[in-house]
């Protein structure tokens, strides 16, 4: 079953196995290294659902670059120039295209609560669907994961298309999801990678990646590697994926060192 090759008839996949809903995974991409998983496999274990007490607030400190409070977009851009992203209720949607911080970053801490609006039809991939893009080039992804299913190296909170999240901590829809994640940029040394980029990912309070390396920068379909040349600091993208996704209370740190003299 797993070198099934499956077709895609008008919006749906059929194979041996069954009728599989669009989004819910593919069996003719490559097999990850260290894994007998296809990219985007749809017979990978789901990750055990449980359920949690919700978003978790957390205000920025008083050392955290806030880039969305609610009021304005003047810390992002887009590759249009001005952000297509519209503000609603004190959160920013998900509009036209992409959404860039107009700063750069390295290593970071990460807060931002995020929702897929209620009564919205979800289907796999499609409905309600975002993700947020470390150096823009690193995506944990954001989907409406309670109650819609879909290969788990595209679920919520996975490394998408490469690692699923520990658990399904996904809040039901209309309500919100918070993430907090810790974000280290790859190590080059000499021209040649030395350490991938690291990120641990809490979904709803709920440590769903721990310390879990990216194995490249996040594709479709495909496996990821790493370019010959990395920049040290990129922006953070938030993807426009055809649906109103809402995110609010968003800061990033970049992560300090200690004992620095002030
Ligand atoms: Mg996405």
């Avoid at 449980?50 to 977009?73: M, R």
């Amino acid at each position: 079953m797993k070198n099934q090759t499956f077709a895609v008839l008008s919006g749906a996949m059929i194979g041996a196995s069954g009728l599989y809903a669009e989004g819910l995974g593919y069996q003719d991409t490559p097999i990850i290294p260290g894994t007998p998983y296809h990219v985007h496999d749809g017979e990978r274990p789901q990750p055990r659902i449980i359920e949690t007490a919700g978003v978790v607030v957390v205000k920025p400190p008083s050392d955290a670059k806030v880039l969305f409070d609610g009021s304005t977009l003047d810390a992002w851009t887009s590759r249009k120039g001005e952000p297509t992203w519209e503000i609603k209720g004190g959160a920013m949607v998900a509009k036209g295209t992409d959404l860039v911080t107009k700063d750069e970053f390295g290593a970071v801490q990460l807060h931002f609560e995020w929702k897929i609006p209620a009564g919205r039809k979800v289907n796999g991939q499609g409905g309600g669907n975002s993700g947020c893009f470390l150096m823009g080039k690193y995506e944990i992804q954001v989907l409406q994961s309670n109650g819609n299913k879909t290969y788990p190296d595209g679920q919520a909170a996975s490394l998408y298309g490469q690692q699923p999240p520990i658990v399904n901590a996904t809040s039901p829809q209309g309500e919100w999801n918070s993430y907090d994640i810790t974000f280290e940029p790859p190590v080059y040394e000499d021209g040649k990678l030395k350490a991938p980029a690291m990120v641990t990912v809490v979904h709803n309070g709920v440590v769903v990646q721990h310390r879990e390396a990216f194995s490249g920068p996040s594709g479709h379909k495909k496996l990821s590697e790493y370019p010959a040349e990395h920049p040290e600091t990129g922006p953070i993208r938030l993807q426009f994926h055809g649906d109103p996704v809402e995110y609010r209370n968003f800061w990033v740190r970049p992560l300090g060192q200690r004992d620095q003299k002030n």
